[in-house]
């Protein structure tokens, strides 16, 4: 191979890399938890310490509510989460087994109960995790669902069909 055939080739992969580098890196894996913080009787709670514990890993994140009483957590990992948060004069609340997915824009509202400190509610049962910050759809499948599904000519298309709120309206049999 001569020198100048090898300088194209250079450029052409080097050209490939720039117009494909966008496309790679507009993808994300990590999620975001969000929500509100409010008293039993629904006004907003501003400066309540908000702590979030990776429970896979132990890495831990805080934040605070701001002047509407909303926290925000970015750029989390996929994974199990502790959610707690607290405030002078309120009980601290507790929350686990929060379960951020692949992408996913989580809401989780905290609402403190007048108490001290000391006293902590921790909360038990689960509640759906609303995704109101983004309008796309998508679901996570985990192997053994995956592997049980039956898929018609092995196209992954028809996985679409499974996410919640998805509406195959295509009736050609090739997809």
Known sequence: MGRSQLRCVVLMVLSALCLCG????????????SGSVTD???????GAAVNLLNQDTGVAFTSASNEAGQYRFLFLNPGKY????????FKT??????????????????????????????VTTEATLLESEKADRGVVLDQKNLADLPLNQRNPIMLANIAAGIIHTNSRAST
């Open 22 to 33: 966008p496309a790679v890196m507009g993808q994300e894996i990590r999620a975001t938890l």
């Open 93 to 122: 609340l507790e929350r686990s087994n929060i379960e951020l997915n692949v992408n996913q824009s989580a809401v989780v509202d905290v609402t403190l109960q007048i108490g001290t400190q000391s006293e902590t509610v921790t």
């Open 40 to 46: 039993t009787s629904g006004s907003v709670l501003v």
């Open 82 to 89: 502790r959610l707690s948060a607290s405030l002078a004069g």
